[in-house]
């Protein structure tokens, strides 16, 4: 109960902002034409997007003429199926961690992104997370290009009492790496985290890097299971998107860590990820200690917002 209640109180401003909207909207007479205009344009301002925000519509006034319902409030109960439906269609149903992906073990978690959106923050979350679940975790400090960059990851190892791999600041990231596999595969580590620069399209130096730590980690530790996820900022609504693009034009993005969900009303954007990009969001931040990490869910999002 404690976790709910975390997500309803990190969902507050997305949530306020789309109920008023919708139980306003859902409250009138006829599902006529106006209807579906407004109710397209709610799901647009609430960060949905454009595109996500007319398939639902359209997908909406199907199940209508499917169900034969001819009232507003009685087609409530088919949006939020609808937008259940979205969130997990890249959903792993077998997973026992969250409902959207299944980590096995022994595993290697890339994190990338670009600056400012957390990722080292976020890693010290994920280090909590799999620490809980009686995991041996291991970070490496593949970002050698922020200035005190491992200094900060390194607070975060010891915070929560584990191993951290790091070399000086300018090395070769791709060494880190090497050293962090040849670490985990010799001390059989259950999870092996690994952060990188952030960075943009513009810097080409370091989306290679980024293609480089993808080999080494492919070709240097076979057995492992291999996650990528990138962090986004939620506050930042739809310009996410732009960011999965770009990523997974150099590396395939497994998941999305969403950040900062508590200090936005743009909580709609997930929607837009996941049927856009066919990525599942697989984390969402709830706040600012430890602690405030937790696995996605979508019947949970999508009912806290109504």
Wanted: aromatic residues 6%; hydrophobic residues 45%; proline residues 2%.
């Amino acid at each position: 109960m404690a976790i709910i209640k975390k997500i309803i109180n990190a969902l507050k401003k997305t949530r306020d902002a789309f109920r008023r909207a919708i139980d306003e909207i859902f409250g009138r007479i006829e599902l006529n034409d106006d209807f579906f205009e407004e109710l397209e344009e709610i799901l647009v301002i609430n960060d949905v997007g454009i595109q996500t925000s007319v398939e639902i519509i359209d997908e909406l006034k199907q199940e209508i003429r499917i169900k034969k319902i001819t009232k507003p409030n009685e087609a409530k109960q088919l949006l939020k199926e609808i937008l259940i439906k979205i969130l997990k269609e890249n959903a792993d149903e077998k997973d026992k961690i969250n409902s959207a992906i299944e980590i096995k073990y022994p595993c290697v978690i890339t994190i990338v992104g670009v600056n400012g959106v957390g990722k080292t923050t976020t890693i010290g979350k994920l280090a909590h997370y799999f620490k809980n679940l009686n995991k041996d975790v291991s970070l490496v400090a593949g970002d050698t290009f922020r200035a005190a960059a491992s200094e900060q990851l390194a607070e975060w190892a010891s915070r929560n009492k584990v191993k951290i791999i790091k070399h000086a600041e300018g090395a070769d990231a791709a060494a880190v790496v090497f050293d962090g596999i040849s670490s985990a595969k010799a001390k059989k580590t259950d999870v092996l985290i690994v952060d990188t620069a952030g960075r943009l399209h513009t810097k080409t130096n370091l989306m290679q890097e980024l293609e480089k730590i993808n080999r080494i980690i492919t070709r240097e530790y076979i057995d492992a299971n291999k996650y990528c996820f990138i962090v986004l900022d939620a506050t930042i609504g739809q310009n996410a998107l732009s960011q999965i693009k770009i990523f997974n034009e150099y590396i395939k993005i497994d998941g999305v860590i969403l950040t900062k969900l508590d200090g936005t009303a743009k909580g709609g954007v997930i929607f837009a990820i996941v049927r856009q990009y066919k990525t599942p969001v697989v984390f969402i931040g709830v706040g600012e200690k430890i602690d405030d990490l937790e696995p996605f869910d979508p019947e949970t999002f999508v009912n806290n917002l109504f």
